[in-house]
């Protein structure tokens, strides 16, 4: 440091500590003139020689106490006692200055709040900014491997990595690896954040992925995946299928509720999510989210749709995921439309429905989960609850929006247990077909069904359980050639009619709040 | 900005590999279960293993349960120890008694000495008399087999012990030759009136290499690993006591929590950090302890360096296996049973092959339905507990 600087430094200190009455402390001298601190020690040493009169100094020793076994001790001590002090120490010990001030303070440690206050000043700089604080900078020990996430998402912490590259298990790659993958995260990052408008960035990633490989993509694309990011990102820990060919639209959010696919896949989803970055230039917001959070850690996921909700109207729910608790997984309702290819599942196990219903066990009761396939629904129904529910893939619209999904999803604690169910159920389903029906029903409301024509016809029971909570109705049975699958209204279903099945669909025109039961539910339709 | 006349110091690196999944609980499903299959877990697990070591110990006795025993025969019997302890707290005196407030000093030991020991096994119990087996020692829920025989009075009177003994310790070789160093740090009790966060950044400035000439800071830059074993923040307690706070408390809650986090950035910026929570952190109250939630830390979680750690905590460095708690383990042993100083406890806890024995019983505990995560396998290189009076180690050697 040049003569000038330092004399102009060291003014400063005088105006500091003398006017000001402030303690200048070494760190806070090297955070504030953005020295090192081993500078800002000696500037505070030059600073005392010349200027020291009249001022209190505090000095830092440390060295090894004469004592048995030795302690290493590092002591605070004021001019005076400084000597004294010294004797205690076996040998030499190391002083330098620590801070100057005009008087000390009472309570010692008000010798540490203007740095402290400095130090939050620092700290509340929006995390994007690298400051002294965050890298350590002036300080004497340098650590290359320490990598901070700047986009303000937790860092993956890699755990337990048996083949470790032999550092501290948690930054792999140094900068020099990182470049070449770099650019090209770059610019999937720019694209996608473009994307990101229109679309609500999918979620991508498995979380409990502990692959060295998840590490490593997410520290290389770290530092590319940020400040485009920061206004339009979902938050961090995310659960989600990486739908292969995942666009980021309504479908992968579909597919996000599909628990018959997403359970198994979770664990090859990181994995397919990894190399899927690198190669399609499709998954770029898949990419950036799988940047994130492969993050082993166990907090309960939370997915953040708000700022998705808000680009893409019809999601309306906060999902909360827990990847341990089903019951919540249960409440998660899919508002958006799925896509087609699982439109044309739902229907095809629609169509098997006639011969092959499973009963759902009860939501509330995830314990019972025996799910059973009964060729017809005739009279033995217990008054069971986990009975009550019984819903079918028959009642689902073939409209298929929603509802379907709603239903299968939110009371299915096995989604694909059904669907083996209904897939392994004979194929012989009789002659019928669905037919979209619009009638008036006796409330006034405007009911669309899907109703069933065929031969063949399904006695039911009347259910007249009380409503579960998504207000089911009961069904009806009828004897009449129409079969007549139970309906359990999820969202917002209507009245239970006649030769019928209930669609849950909103759209159609039901003006009913979604949560109400139907009370004409509990009553036969004739 | 000047540059350094030296080359900055680097620190030195080592391998970190977790081994806490043992101890996470998110996989684990409460059905309304009690505690008796954590017990039955931890009997048969004992069990098969004390098995395979009577035969080393007194072959020529047969093995039989509690239930095939008969009077006047020797012979060696295996069930978990319980205490029957006269001054313990039971949950009924508070409908018997006016309830007192309760004391803020750790409450005192209930040791009494009418206490006995009872063996229990699946078939029965047994009360135990004889010399050998001394109930200031033992606490309920520690595994051993016995060697001797029922008395007249339908007591069984025991002449040898066997405890399952030091867990094997799996040999590893020092890879390198040079010195590193990780620091333990608990009790910071940030928030707490006695807490002197002067001392606080000075350990900071050391371990990150601020304070110090360069030889100081040689000396630093070998620590390699920083782990905060419990009791980070104290809130008081006037501020949970269920009520509305007003806004201006609501800060009061949050700034003990902001001060740990920008000093845990200043370390997590320069070196590995993990944080386990303690009795008095924000965490679950049962054992094992998850860990404290990252979104409590948002200045320091974005470092790969922070991590969040179980209590107990078991970790491997270099090869090197640490294992340890936050004192809750060590804290009820001494409220329950008594020796000359808490290493006695950890010894003790070693050799009995599990790391809180009076859990369920007196200690918090998840009612695990398949396993019990306490138990020790292997035998860790370096074993701490965190939270107690003073700074004791001790170097033990087993065969």
């Known amino acids: 440091m040049s003569q000038i600087e330092t004399l102009g430094i060291l003014e400063e200190i005088q105006a500091l500590v003398s006017d000001k009455l402030q303690v200048v402390s070494y760190k806070w001298l090297s955070r504030n003139f953005l020295v090192s601190s081993n500078v800002a020690k000696r500037l505070l040493a030059e600073f005392v020689e010349k200027h020291g009169s009249g001022l209190e100094v505090v000095y830092s020793l440390s060295g090894w106490l004469k004592n048995s076994p030795s302690n290493y001790h590092i002591q605070l001590v004021t001019g005076p006692k400084l000597s004294e002090a010294k004797q205690v120490y076996d040998g030499n010990c190391r002083v330098h200055v620590y801070s100057v001030q005009a008087c000390i303070p009472k309570d010692l440690a008000a010798l540490w709040n203007t740095e402290f206050i400095q130090a939050e000043e620092l700290f509340k700089q929006p995390t994007s900014v690298d400051n002294c604080l965050r890298d350590n900078r002036f300080c004497g020990i340098s650590n290359s491997f320490v990598k901070r996430n700047v986009d303000g998402t937790p860092a993956k912490v890699a755990t337990a990595q048996p083949n470790s590259v032999g550092i501290s298990g948690l930054s792999i790659h140094n900068s020099a690896q990182f470049s070449a993958p770099l650019p090209s995260q770059q610019n999937k990052v720019q694209q996608s954040s473009s994307k990101v408008a229109q679309k609500p960035p999918i979620v991508v990633k498995g979380i409990k992925s502990d692959s060295i490989s998840g590490g490593v993509h997410d520290l290389a694309t770290k530092p590319s995946a940020d400040k485009e990011k920061n206004t339009s990102f979902p938050s961090n820990k995310k659960k989600g299928q990486n739908d292969k060919g995942s666009t980021g639209n309504g479908g992968s959010l579909a597919n996000f509720w599909d628990r018959a696919s997403a359970k198994p ?19 770029q917001i898949s990419a950036c989210e799988a940047v994130e959070h492969e993050n082993s850690d166990i907090d309960a996921q939370e997915v953040n749709f708000g700022r998705a909700s808000n680009s893409e109207g019809n999601r309306k729910r906060r999902v909360v995921l827990d990847l341990s608790d089903e019951d919540e997984y249960e409440d998660a309702v899919n508002l958006a439309s799925p896509d087609p290819p699982k439109r044309k599942s739902f229907l095809g196990s629609i169509q098997n429905s006639k011969t092959s219903v499973p009963e759902r066990p009860d939501v509330d009761k995830p314990d019972k989960d025996e799910v059973t396939v009964k060729e017809e629904r005739t009279a033995n129904r217990e008054p069971n609850r986990s009975l009550g529910e019984e819903t079918s893939l028959g009642s689902k619209s073939t409209n298929g929006k929603n509802s379907s999904s709603v239903k299968l999803e939110s009371q299915l604690p096995e989604t694909d247990l059904k669907k083996d169910k209904v897939t392994d159920a004979s194929p012989n389903s009789p002659k019928r077909r669905k037919v979209l029906k619009t009638r008036i029903d006796d409330r006034g409301r405007e009911v669309t069904e899907v109703v069933w024509e065929g031969e063949e016809t399904e006695v039911k029971k009347v259910e007249s359980d009380v ?13 009449n050639t129409v079969a007549n699958t139970n309906s359990r209204y999820a969202v917002g279903t209507t009245a239970p009619s006649n030769p019928g099945v209930k669609t849950g669909n909103k759209k159609a025109g039901n003006a009913k709040d979604p949560k109400q039961g139907n009370i004409l539910s509990f009553f036969k339709k004739v | 900005m000047e540059v350094d006349s030296q080359e900055q110091l680097q620190r030195k690196q080592s391998t970190y590999l977790s081994l806490d999944e043992n101890f996470e609980i998110q996989k684990e499903v409460y059905r309304g279960q009690q505690y008796s299959q954590i017990y039955f877990a931890r009997l048969h697990m004992m069990r098969t293993l004390l098995y395979s070591l009577v035969p080393n110990w007194k072959s020529h006795l047969p093995v039989c349960t509690v239930l095939e025993l008969e009077e006047g025969k020797e012979c060696i019997i295996v069930g978990t120890l319980y205490k029957h302890m006269k001054l313990k707290p039971c949950i009924l005196d508070e409908y018997s008694k006016e309830r007192s407030v309760a004391p803020l000093i750790k409450p005192h030991n209930f040791m009494h000495q009418d206490d006995y020991l009872v063996l229990e096994d699946e078939s029965g119990r047994v009360k135990l008399g004889g010399t050998k087996l001394s109930p200031s020692v033992y606490v309920t829920g520690v595994v051993v087999a016995l060697h001797g025989k029922e008395t007249s009075a339908g007591a069984f009177f025991v002449e040898d012990v066997l405890e399952a003994g030091l867990p094997p310790q799996i040999e590893r070789p020092l890879k390198s030759r040079e010195d590193k160093y990780v620091v333990f740090v608990s009790g910071l009790s940030i928030g707490s009136s006695s807490s002197n966060p002067l001392q606080f950044q ?20 070998e620590i390699v690993h920083l782990v905060i074993v419990g009791n980070s923040v104290e809130i008081s307690h006037g501020l949970l006591n269920g009520q509305n706070l007003a806004s201006k408390d609501q800060s009061r809650l949050s700034e003990p929590f902001k001060e740990l986090d920008i000093l845990l950035t200043q370390i997590a910026a320069s070196l590995p950090l993990d944080i386990m929570p303690g009795s008095s952190d924000p965490a679950n ?21 922070f991590r969040s750690c179980t209590n107990p905590h078991c970790f491997e460095l270099d090869s ?16 329950y049973s008594e020796a000359k100083d808490k290493l006695d406890f950890l010894e003790r806890t070693l050799r009995w092959r599990h790391l809180a024995p009076t859990a369920p019983n007196t200690l918090g505990c998840y009612p695990f339905t398949d396993r019990d995560p306490f138990l020790i396998d292997s035998c860790p290189d370096v074993y701490f507990v965190g939270n107690q009076e003073k700074y004791e180690t001790r170097l033990l050697k087993g065969c």
């Open chain 2, 320 to 335: 090197i296996r640490f294992l340890g708690t936050s004192g809750q383990n060590i804290d009820d042993l001494t409220k």
């Open chain 1, 467 to 479: 409503p579960k909570k998504a207000g089911s109705g009961a069904t009806n049975a009828t004897t």
């Open chain 2, 285 to 305: 109250f049962a054992l094992p302890q998850q860990p404290l939630n990252r979104c409590l830390f948002p200045g320091s979680a974005t470092y790969n360096t």
């Open chain 2, 202 to 221: 000075l350990l900071v400035d050391h371990i990150t290499g601020h304070l110090g000439d360069e030889e100081e800071q040689g000396f630093a830059a």
């Open chain 1, 265 to 283: 896949k979770t664990c090859s989803a990181p994995a397919d999510n990894i190399d899927s970055i690198q190669n399609s230039n499709d998954a």
